[in-house]
């Protein structure tokens, strides 16, 4: 609308802010600390801006220390010492988060504890109530329940709910609302006046969650985190954006944390599209399911990595003692999902049934399924083989949309991308539900079935439980 010019943002919302329609691309990064392991209080280097409507009035960088920053902060889980519980027992206790589609307050914790399913209703579920400004409301009040703003300010997407943001967070913990905080590092353990627990003794009245399912001291967020996530950004318009006026030194930030800013992310609305944008010199590398190869190697581009993935090996050593190991595994399963309660349901008999799949062009849920019925019945009219699927990518309007949720957008139904919330693996498992075969890669089942995150989660103890769900074989026999 260039109502303004730049807006910071948490790292979470950067990849959604260079979506269409609003392209924006980042222009400055915050940095935290430095690479030789210097205690983050007093070393913060932070941009702070000052934005009135039309133009960047003032822009100042607070420079505490100049030794190699770093672009990313840690997500952590902040409990009170002495309560009773670990990361792998969190369902039913009170959360606290920073608002919905943060980082650190949402995006990086409901994956780990949810990760086949952590929308909104699914959040709602798992805890007993839960504070997460920017939910909605009126569908999901669990969200909002432990939220102090009164009347439209209560649950609010902005400081008007006084437990918005990492400070809001942390003071929903401290009050004794919620029994877990979500927010990053440096919210308590951070440069002044962002340092919640400025004296040592406060410090110790608190604690981390670690992923192993074991607590450390606050102090020891660098071994006892959820995840090392990019750090907010300032954003700006990709056309005319001002960048020299927003940050004279810089010409783009370092999206890449991880890369230390050797790499740059682009983003395109699809796999064909990456791909466009690679044989026409705009991208250099991406990384794309086995389904595109074909398409990639006729527009030019060829394979230079392949993914292995690990397998876990159990066994008996010496003296009857349990061994384990990881091993490689090339390539990977197409496995087709099945309730157990349609004990008939075989190859032969998908003709007319529901059906949930990956997406449009990807090995497992679209290449291979579908040159097994194509095999069958030598037609490639999918749309009237199934009566109603989600097939992200297809026609919209067609038949293999129906079962398709989108996002928050109608252009979004359907989407070959996240933008759809049943694309890829965990999105088809989202919509079992509805459907009666799914078809995706192995390991997505076997995540269910061994990450103790996702162990109380009601999709995930069914699957572990096997009592609901089997695979299906390629031949016309049942399993």
Not at 201 to 215: M, P, S, W
Not at 288 to 299: S, V
Not at 376 to 399: L, M, N, V, Y
Not at 461 to 469: I, K, N, S, V
Request: net charge negative; glycine share 10%.
């Amino acid at each position: 609308a260039h109502e303004a010019d730049a807006v910071m943002v948490d790292g979470g919302l950067v990849y959604e802010a260079g979506l269409r329609p609003y392209n924006l691309k980042p222009v400055v990064a915050e940095f935290y600390g430095s690479k030789d392991g210097a205690s983050p209080v007093g070393t913060r280097v932070s941009v702070l801006t000052q934005l009135l409507w039309g133009e960047a009035r003032t822009l100042s960088v607070l420079y505490l220390q100049r030794t190699n920053p770093q672009t990313h902060h840690y997500a952590v889980a902040v409990v009170k010492k002495g309560s009773n519980f670990q990361l792998n027992q969190l369902q039913g206790k009170k959360s606290c988060h920073t608002g919905l589609g943060w980082s650190a307050g949402w995006n990086i914790p409901m994956r780990i504890l949810l990760p086949s399913d952590w929308s909104q209703e699914a959040v709602a579920k798992f805890f007993a109530g839960s504070c997460v400004p920017c939910a909605d409301q009126s569908n999901f009040p669990q969200l909002c329940q432990l939220c102090a703003g009164k009347g439209m300010d209560k649950c609010a997407c902005s400081h008007h709910e006084p437990y918005f943001g990492y400070s809001g967070a942390f003071k929903c913990l401290q009050d004794g609302v919620g029994d877990v905080s979500f927010v990053r590092h440096l919210t308590v353990f951070g440069f002044p006046p962002l340092e919640n627990l400025a004296n040592q003794a406060d410090r110790d009245q608190y604690e981390l969650l670690c992923r192993e399912n074991t607590r450390m001291p606050v102090d020891a967020y660098k071994e006892c985190h959820l995840a090392r996530v990019p750090s907010h950004a300032v954003v700006a318009r990709s056309v005319d954006g001002k960048e020299d006026l927003i940050w004279e030194l810089l010409n783009q930030a370092q999206w890449s944390a991880l890369s230390g800013g050797i790499l740059k992310c682009t983003t395109e609305e699809s796999a064909e599209d990456c791909i466009a944008a690679i044989a026409k010199g705009e991208a250099d590398a991406m990384s794309l399911d086995g389904g595109f190869i074909y398409t990639a190697g006729k527009c030019g581009l060829v394979p230079v990595l392949a993914e292995n993935y690990c397998k876990w090996r159990g066994g008996e050593g010496l003296g009857g003692t349990e061994i384990a190991s990881w091993y490689l595994l090339q390539g990977y399963y197409v496995v087709a999902v099945v309730k157990k309660s349609d004990a008939d349901l075989t190859w032969s008999s998908l003709r007319g049934k529901k059906s949930c799949h990956t997406a449009v062009g990807t090995s497992a849920g679209w290449n291979i399924p579908m040159g097994f019925i194509y095999n069958q019945t030598g037609s490639c009219k999918f749309d009237e083989f199934f009566s109603e699927s989600c097939a992200p990518g297809s026609d919209p309007e067609s038949s293999l949309c129906a079962l398709c949720g989108g996002s928050f957008k109608p252009a979004h139904m359907c989407a070959p991308n996240s933008h759809e919330q049943y694309y890829g693996s965990s999105g088809a498992l989202r919509q079992v539900a509805s459907a009666h075969c799914l078809w995706l890669w192995h390991q997505t089942i076997e995540s269910l079935v061994l990450s103790p995150f996702s162990a109380p989660h009601h999709l995930s103890a069914a699957f572990r439980r096997g009592q609901d769900w089997r695979t299906g074989t390629a031949d016309s026999q049942g399993p």
